[in-house]
């Protein structure tokens, strides 16, 4: 097997198995605050969200030192480093007794954090990029699969091995994933160790002064902005909607199952097409899908028809983070692609940030459905700056013609 083949089949599988066990501890973190002695609903409510947002600061300001770091060191060590890091900082939490110490072992989670942006990173720049897309459409399908697994497995293991045991085999399961990344995958495009390094602020400038980076990172804000905004209401939503039997919990997990689902089956099929037509048509296309499959949430009357919707949109958000990854990697200078997929993910967190507080507030004012409609709206401008400002770049398929006409002359 190709060695580029196998570093991305080894490194799904172990971004599924780290996306699993992270995500296994949501469903249980409030109960877990309970059993450290926080009774108060609103104290819990408070904590939860102060433990849950401190993961997503740390690695925002983070993100860009470590990214920096893997273009001067190597993007597998970065990967190890992340790994090895979040082993020892989950097993301790684990053993906190109070929730300032959960709160402080998130924050250093997140300092620490970067398996899957330093994993994207060794896939882009150690993959062909004629096949970068559906390499990190792969990559993305074992991501949401994680993403989507871990909460219900969490869930109940936690009615049969208690809260603290799955702190330990969330620790194991990240320890083995990163064992395995050490013994199996390869960098064959290494950082040149006798190249003269600029500073961390003067790479920086050159990455934020390039013409498409800095769109491409807007787009990116937006993109997790608009898609995460709705995504605290959607329980109180489809109970409004009235679930059936009364399983609310139930089918607002459901509502993010069937999202989850169809941006995994469509991930690999749209870096494909990313990787034969570009990557800059994927997106648009994409964005204009997504924001299409928004406006009609706004007009559900059944659970079931939000079902249906949320599955047709995440056939389209299948196609924006692999083809948003894919640009990042042509347009990065060469040499620089770590610090750029930095600067990405800083954005991305970002966006996890302020959407869910700002759709909370917005949703005071303009409701869920109005919030659905403005969604719609920033998908739509996203999608229009991408195109105005971003010039497409040859595909694989025009260059191949390109080069059959230059053969026959």
């Known amino acids: 097997m190709e060695i580029w083949r196998r570093n991305l089949y080894i490194l799904m599988v172990s971004q599924f198995l780290v996306m699993c066990a992270m995500s296994m501890i949501i469903p249980f973190l409030p109960l877990y605050l309970q059993e450290m002695g926080v009774t108060d609903p609103d104290q819990t409510q408070l904590w939860s969200g102060l433990i849950f947002g401190i993961n997503f600061l740390s690695a925002f300001l983070m993100a860009p030192i470590w990214g920096n770091l893997a273009d001067k060191m190597g993007r597998k060590i970065m990967i190890l480093r992340s790994g090895y890091g979040m082993t020892i900082v989950i097993f301790l939490m684990g053993l906190a007794i109070s929730p300032l110490q959960l709160l402080f072992l998130r924050l250093l989670n997140g300092t620490i954090s970067g398996f899957i942006p330093a994993s994207i990173s060794l896939v882009a720049t150690n993959t062909p990029k004629e096949r970068a897309g559906y390499a990190l459409g792969m990559l993305q399908s074992g991501t ?34 990163t064992v395995v990344v050490n013994l199996t995958v390869k960098e064959e495009a290494k950082p040149d160790p006798e190249k003269k390094q600029k500073g961390f602020i003067a790479d920086g400038s050159e990455i934020l002064h390039q013409k498409a980076l800095p769109i491409l990172f807007l787009v990116g804000f937006m993109l997790q902005f608009a898609m995460v905004a709705p995504m605290p209401q959607m329980s109180l939503f489809v109970s409004d909607l009235g679930a059936p039997g009364g399983y609310i919990a139930f089918f607002a997990g459901l509502v ?154």
Not at 158 to 173: C, D, K, P, Q, Y
């Open 256 to 409: 993010s199952a069937v999202t989850g689902l169809a941006n995994m089956l469509a991930s690999p099929l749209l870096g494909r097409l990313g990787d034969k037509f570009g990557s800059e048509k994927v997106l648009f296309f994409s964005m204009l899908g997504a924001s299409v499959f928004f406006i009609p949430h706004a007009a559900v009357s059944a659970v079931w028809q939000l079902l249906i919707f949320r599955f047709l949109l995440g056939l389209c958000v299948g196609g924006l983070l692999p083809s948003l990854n894919t640009l990042i990697r042509k347009n990065a200078p060469i040499g620089k692609e770590s610090t750029a997929y930095g600067y990405s993910t800083s954005a991305v967190f970002l966006g996890n940030m302020l959407g869910p507080i700002t759709g909370g507030v917005l949703s005071g004012i303009i409701g869920i459905r109005g919030l659905f409609l403005l969604t719609a709206f920033l998908l739509i401008c996203g999608a229009f700056l991408l195109r105005r400002r971003l010039p497409d770049s040859p595909s694989q398929f025009q260059r191949q013609s390109h080069s059959q006409k230059v053969a026959s002359k």
């Open 144 to 177: 949401v699969a994680g993403n989507i697994i871990g909460p219900f497995i969490g869930g109940l293991m936690a009615e049969i091995v208690g809260f603290r045991t799955i702190f330990f085999l969330t620790s194991l399961t990240i320890g083995l994933a």
